[in-house]
């Protein structure tokens, strides 16, 4: 005998449709697996944040954007990526290769705030 499930009323969310094909199943577990692990991987503070979040790709969006790292890191990124370098991020690399003899030197000129000007 099969059962009849009721239409959802308005308001209500339905579940995604059943899988039909072997390859569908998959994916949906495959989907289902990836989700899973990314909120293993989210503090427990954060957890409820991310857990109603649709699928594993706009979740893995939704923790870079909060978790997407600091500013040095960011720079370091366009740098791997061969994203075009700012003069300011030229001008803090040349200060930091500097010898240890110019450390104090390049610690005044790194907190100028006209640093873009100093080294031309």
Not at 36 to 43: D, G, H, Q, V, W
Not at 53 to 70: Q, T
Request: glycine residues 4%; hydrophobic residues 40%.
């Amino acid at each position: 005998m099969i059962q009849q499930v009721p239409a959802p009323t308005i308001g209500e969310t339905s579940a995604p449709p059943t899988p039909k094909t072997a390859k569908q199943l998959a994916a949906r577990r495959n989907q289902e697996r990836v989700k899973s692990i990314l909120l293993l991987a989210i503090p427990d503070e954060y957890l409820l944040k991310f857990h109603n979040v649709a699928d594993a790709k706009s979740l893995w969006e939704a923790i870079k954007s909060r978790f997407g790292g600091n500013v040095e890191s960011k720079k370091m990124q366009k740098n791997v990526h061969g994203a075009p370098i700012s003069k300011e991020d030229i001008n803090q690399k040349f200060l930091r290769s500097l010898l240890s003899s110019w450390n104090q030197i390049a610690l005044i000129m790194r907190n100028k705030p006209d640093i873009d000007d100093l080294l031309q």
